[in-house]
């Protein structure tokens, strides 16, 4: 049986059972309107239904029976005993028809003309009808005939029975007959109506069980009571079956919060003069109707947003090349304990530039943070407080409370959000959340003497830190701990120091566990005295007065009876600033990392001490020469050092605050870094040495012109970010120096971020406009959405389509057939180099290269551009 | 768990005096000054408690405890009245309130009894007590040539 078809078994079955009752005290009081009313409303919405549904022999009784009560409404007809038991009769025949329904999943068959023309005759206003004569009473007979007065009798054939002659006397008492009718389907009911307030306790209850169950349960483990194991494991078993079944009666379908979308969509396609057709998939997937609540506006909010801003009017979307229609898609399934919820659209994708526009306008970060920030780094800071990158504010979106406000929601459940956005193909956002709030798993932790509670959700994994000499080291940089993890670097966040607890005297701070923790694509360790076990915990709200402290998501009772604290890892983030929406495509790299999926490229590093702290590094390709400069050489114009160098005058740029002048005889070395025939020197403290490794960035640093740590050597060593550092040495000083009109477009392919990092901010300086993809396949899409490049340059070792592939892809056909390529490698092997060329690329460079990637690109662009 | 009261339970039983112009009031002590607050907000005294610290809470946010099952957040009363700290060793009364479906607990170094006072006994707050009493106090009576300070519940737990 269909749910529809239930549902409506469910609803008609209350709605006669309350008719009955309704009647009757109708027929006490014959002037009630309001009951009328409400017998009317009833039994019009049957009727309704069944038309709906295609049920004609209900719609017809339950019509004729509407249309004699519609008389008594409007009071054409009054209300007499005779009437109400021609009412109840028809009544009846529903009821008839809607347990044969239930029992065969289709009407039965079976004639009702006699009781339709019965009621006919009293909506006539017949005096027959009005005092029951003797052919409506054989009519009603036929009726109750007719009606199945058993269970079993359902299934026969109604139809037949009518036909035969009367077998018994009829029951003259409609009302007492209507019971027994009625107790078929009640006992056959699937479903009940039963009020959330009454869920809500049983939840409550069984939060109170399950604490009362993990005390005795800690109780026994302690006291290896033989009796009470077994009583109690079952007890146990029973409680989180109980617990499993209660949960399911809160579960219910995410559709159910979707229900006002479609109408929401239509509105917002006319007020905006779009066509928007509204997709949603995995409607059944039931979570807790909590959360449900809860997620309902955010994702209004969302869906508002894709028509509003994602879809692009039906003549931009022509011009695009793409249907008018515009789509937005509703996906929701279940992965892990969570639910996944995907609100996608295919319009016009969220404009990096104009993103990064508005961040610099609104003073969000400065142009060089930008200059080193991954596109999806860039499109995160849609989710700042305020940001609404909307030209026009519209009735339905652009207020500035946006998706801040969704993140805000989001995460208060405890759920993650994130979002892919390709310009010009469209957005989809990604909702994380658990499926239930009240009861979680959590991790008990101890830190300055207390005991907190972690929620599994985040946990990553647990290190233990210090102790035996081959497990993992908390270091500091400065004051900031960190570890190195797999050849990773993870920010670590001090509990007892965060929370202002005592720290431990007895243990140094460096002795301890790391709990991993991941906050959207973010991954840092928080350090801890002790781990204990985990628990099922009950999660309850904290109180009003301590709702400002963020660090909580909320308080449970353990086990033992003792309160502790839920700590919430989104406010942990915060609070610490290792999430706050800033880069964090690196910490999602370390991430990949950490399950040992990627393997790096070996670079040539030259490692320099400037200013105190950790050791820096620059990939030693960008450097042209190391200098040691008398200091009696280094002049000073306008606040600036300089120096003649090589017959021109060289800027000179300190590589760390607090420089001081050497002094006359001391020697000031010198990194000289060179464009064409323009060069600017770095004054370092000293050069420590040059090595060849394997690098990977972590988490971008807040202090401008380092690009972010990387463990080398087995140090901590800062990665310095030369395009800032050469801005530093001016504003213009790498503006191209020919009158070059165009901005050459640059498409950069590399799967490293590191050399994406590396190569954007130089090749942005010296003026092209660079558009960097991970991989050859993310290329081949950019050609199919028509994007234009000057030049292509591409690493030729990457997963999935390599560089060769590329190039061949390339070159066989679409656009680009004929645009310059450039291979990047990190090998110079002859044999690769030939197999690139035949594959298509013009020229061939060694990875960090500057110079020939430099002089190859100006090849490349002489080339196209006719002299 | 439940400490009894410090006198016998016949506290309890309605006093002869009541009547509409008495209202029942709570006594208890904080730093030798007696205060009361209304019975009919009172949902139970404790005798000392395992409270649980909570971290960056506000100064007078003592902690919470487990009242069957039921999170109870404790509010030390010397804090909350800018008095010294209980001396170390020395228990404290729980005197739990409730406001707006949240338990409180109010801290308090010892419970007396269950009094009516009757109106005509209240007086204002006089102009020069000390702001932070004046901010919690509702008036003050007189008792057995004792001052006793009202204590306003809704006021007492409007912190930060």
């Known amino acids: ?867 | 768990m439940h400490a009894p009261m410090p006198s016998s339970a016949g506290l309890v039983r309605p006093p002869v005096l009541a009547d509409a112009a008495a209202e029942m009031f709570l006594t208890l002590t904080v730093a030798g000054q007696l205060c009361g607050v209304p019975v009919l907000s009172v949902r139970d005294i404790l005798g000392a408690q395992v409270i649980t610290r909570v971290p960056l809470a506000p100064r007078e946010v003592a902690g919470s405890l487990n009242l069957r099952g039921r999170i109870v957040t404790a509010i030390d009363l010397r804090r909350r009245l800018g008095l010294p700290e209980r001396a170390a060793g020395a228990t404290a009364m729980s005197v739990v309130v409730e406001q707006n479906g949240e338990l409180y607990s109010l801290l308090s170094d010892s419970v007396g009894e269950v009094l009516p006072l009757r109106t005509e006994g209240f007086a204002a707050n006089p102009p020069t007590l000390d702001p932070v009493w004046r901010e919690v106090s509702r008036g003050v009576h007189r008792q057995d040539g004792q001052l006793l300070i009202v204590l306003d519940v809704d006021r007492v737990l409007a912190i930060g």
């Open chain 1, 1 to 867: 049986m269909d749910d529809l078809l239930a549902d409506f078994l469910t609803e008609t079955n209350e709605a006669l059972a309350s008719l009955d009752g309704a009647l009757l005290k109708l027929e006490k009081a014959p002037d009630d309107r309001q009951t009328l009313s409400e017998i009317f409303r009833n039994v019009h919405t049957i009727k309704g239904t069944c038309g709906f549904l295609g049920l004609a022999r209900l719609e017809k009784v339950a019509h004729a029976a509407e249309n004699v009560l519609g008389k008594y409404r409007d009071g054409s007809l009054r209300v007499t005993p005779a009437g109400i038991t021609l009412i109840l009769a028809a009544l009846d025949g529903l009821k008839g028809i809607v347990s044969g329904l239930e029992a065969t999943g289709g009407e039965p068959a079976g004639d009702d003309a006699a009781l339709i023309a019965a009621l006919d005759a009293a909506w006539r206003g017949e005096p027959g009808a009005a005092t029951p004569a003797q052919a409506t009473l054989e009519a009603l007979d036929k009726v109750f005939e007719a009606e199945p007065a058993a269970p079993e009798a359902a299934a026969r054939e109604p139809a037949a029975e009518a036909a035969a002659p009367a077998p018994a006397p009829a029951p003259r008492q409609p009302g007492t007959e209507g019971e027994a009718a009625a107790a078929g389907p009640i006992t056959a009911a699937q479903t009940i109506r039963v009020s959330v307030d009454v869920l809500e306790d049983l939840m409550t209850l069984v939060s109170e069980l399950v604490l009362t169950r993990n005390q005795l349960l800690q109780l026994v483990r302690a006291r290896s009571d033989s009796a009470l194991t077994v009583p109690l494991q079952r007890l146990s078993h029973i409680t989180s079956e109980l617990q499993e079944g209660v949960m399911k009666t809160r579960m219910q379908p995410i559709g159910n919060a979707w229900q006002k979308l479609p109408r929401i969509v239509r509105d917002l396609a006319n007020e905006l003069g779009k066509k928007i057709e509204l997709v949603m998939r995995g409607a059944e997937t039931e979570l807790d109707r909590q959360v449900l609540e809860l997620i309902k506006d955010p994702l209004t909010h969302m869906v508002r947003n894709s028509g509003d801003h994602g879809l692009e009017t039906p003549e931009q979307r022509r011009q695009a090349g793409k249907p008018e229609t515009g789509r937005i898609l509703l996906n929701a399934y279940h992965e892990g304990g969570h639910i996944i919820i995907e609100i996608g659209d295919d319009g016009r994708g969220l404009a990096v530039e104009k993103i990064r526009a508005k961040v610099l306008s609104q003073g969000l970060t400065t142009e060089a943070e930008l200059a080193g920030m991954s596109e999806r780094e860039i499109q995160r800071f849609i989710f700042r407080a305020g940001f609404s990158t909307a030209a026009a504010v519209t009735s339905v979106s652009g207020r500035g409370v946006g998706m801040d406000v969704v993140k805000t929601n989001v995460e208060k459940i405890g759920g993650t959000i994130d979002l892919r956005s390709v310009e010009g193909k469209g957005t989809t956002f990604y909702i994380k959340i658990p499926l239930t709030l009240a009861i979680v798993s959590a991790l008990i932790v101890e830190a300055g003497g207390e005991r907190f509670a972690i929620p599994q959700i985040g946990v990553v994994e647990l290190v233990r830190a210090g102790g035996a000499a081959e497990s993992a080291q908390i270091e500091r940089i400065n004051d900031t701990p960190v570890m190195r993890l797999r050849e990773r670097l993870l920010p670590l966040v001090s509990l007892s120091r965060l929370l202002q607890l005592e720290q431990r005297a007895d243990a140094g701070p460096e002795e301890g566990f790391v709990v991993v923790t991941q906050v959207g694509a973010n991954v840092f360790g928080i350090i801890v005295d002790k781990v204990f076990d985990t628990e099922e915990i009950v999660v309850k709200p904290v109180a009003p007065i301590l709702r400002h402290v963020t660090m909580f998501s909320g308080n449970t009772i353990l086990g033992d009876g003792s309160v502790i604290m839920i700590l919430d890892p989104n406010g942990i983030a915060r609070a610490t600033g290792v999430g706050a929406d800033g880069p964090s495509e690196e910490a999602a790299r370390a991430q990949e990392g950490l399950r040992g999926t990627r393997s790096g490229e070996r670079t040539a590093l030259l490692l320099f001490q400037a200013g105190d702290g950790a050791p820096k590094a620059v990939p030693l390709g960008l450097v042209a020469r190391l200098e040691d400069l008398p200091a009696e050489s280094i002049e000073h114009s306008g606040g600036k050092a300089l120096v003649q160098y090589r017959g021109k005058l060289m800027p000179l740029v300190p590589a760390a605050p607090g420089w001081m002048m050497p002094e006359p005889g001391r020697r000031q070395a010198v990194l000289v870094f060179n464009d064409r025939d323009r060069a600017m020197g770095l004054m370092v403290d000293g050069i420590l040495d040059v090595v060849e490794e394997q690098i990977v960035i972590e988490g971008a640093s807040d202090q401008p012109g380092i690009l972010g740590s990387a463990v080398i050597c087995g140090k901590v060593t800062d990665l310095i970010d030369c395009s800032w550092w050469l801005r530093q040495a001016g504003e213009d000083w790498f503006r191209p120096t020919g009158g070059d009109q165009t901005t050459p477009r640059v498409l950069l392919v590399e799967d490293s971020a590191f050399f994406r990092h590396l190569l954007m901010p130089g090749l942005t300086a010296v003026g092209y406009d660079v558009t960097a993809v991970d991989t050859g396949a993310q290329a081949l899409q950019l050609r199919e959405q028509g994007a234009a490049f000057d030049i292509i340059v591409s690493d030729i070792e990457m997963p999935d389509l390599d560089g060769i592939g590329l190039a061949q892809a390339v070159r066989g056909a679409g656009a680009w057939r004929t645009v310059p390529m450039v291979a990047l490698s990190g090998r110079s092997d002859p044999a690769l180099i030939r197999r690139a060329r035949e594959a298509g690329f013009n020229d061939y460079v060694g990875k960090s290269d500057r110079e020939a990637l430099m002089a190859a690109l100006r090849d490349a662009v002489a080339a196209q551009t006719p002299c």
